[in-house]
T-cell receptor
Framework: DVKVTQSSRYLVKRTGEKVFLECVQD?????MFWYRQDPGLGLRLIYF???????EKGDIPEGYSVSREKKERFSLILESASTNQTSMYLC?????????????????FGPGTRLLVL | AQKITQTQPGMFVQEKEAVTLDCTYD???????LFWYKQPSSGEMIFLIY????DEQNATEGRYSLNFQKARKSANLVISASQLGDSAMYFC???????????????WGLGTSLAVNP
């Protein structure tokens, strides 16, 4: 069965703290993604990774960094948390693109982390 | 540019009735794929159904079916025999066009909130 886990469901941090959000998948997926979700703005891609040690910026990478040292694990790092980073963070994984095939690119999500920065 | 539009911010349906959630898309690519996800209040994004642009038949998964009208560029989700547990946000998404060597991301709509009344 498909399984993506995130290290915390709820997290409260102080402004300026360094925050680590961890995501682990057990499906041997090459691709992993970090999104943030805010009311009225939908899902916005922060970063994604298509292989170990490889990463690409998404739509809103500012203030974030990522790390992928192992295939199954993708970490999102808030270098210095700010109140405007209070949000729901969702991790997902998928197989990579293969020509015209699409179904296998289905992204599977973790339960999400609700982060509050005070 | 590719875009997904979900025009219904909120919908109500009576338990056991069918409901249609609208999704229109904009793409110039001939090969594309469309996804629907469900997000209950717990926060996890759950994959529901996939439709490829070359699929000859409308996709179905249990009580979910996709009313795919290629000429109109619409991919509406139909939920039959609504249940109280169907109350959630529903998101339509489209994968980016295929470019050799690239890994495709998903383009997301803003979602529709569905409430099922007993």
């Amino acid at each position: 069965d498909v399984k993506v886990t995130q290290s915390s469901r709820y997290l409260v941090k102080r402004t300026g703290e360094k925050v680590f959000l961890e995501c682990v998948q057990d499906m041997d997926h090459e691709n992993m993604f970090w999104y943030r979700q805010d009311p009225g703005l939908g899902l916005r891609l922060i970063y994604f990774s298509y292989d170990v040690k490889m990463k690409e910026k998404g739509d809103i990478p500012e203030g974030y960094s990522v790390s992928r040292e192992k295939k199954e694990r993708f970490s999102l790092i808030l270098e210095s948390a700010s109140t405007n980073q209070t949000s729901m963070y969702l991790c997902a994984s998928s197989f990579p693109s293969r020509q015209r095939e699409g179904r296998q690119e289905t992204q599977y999500f973790g339960p999400g982390t609700r982060l509050l920065v005070l | 540019a590719q875009k997904i539009t979900q025009t219904q911010p909120g919908m109500f349906v009576q338990e056991k009735e069918a409901v249609t959630l609208d999704c229109t898309y904009d793409t110039s690519d001939q090969s594309y794929g469309l996804f629907w996800y469900k997000q209950p209040s717990s926060g996890e994004m759950i994959f529901l159904i996939y439709q490829g642009s070359y699929d000859e038949q409308n996709a179905t998964e249990g009580r979910y079916s996709l009313n795919f009208q290629k000429a109109r560029k619409s991919a509406n989700l139909v939920i039959s025999a609504s249940q109280l547990g169907d109350s959630a946000m529903y998101f339509c998404a489209m994968r980016e066009p295929f470019v050799a060597g690239n890994n495709r991301k998903l383009i997301w709509g803003l979602g529709t909130s569905l409430a099922v009344n007993p």
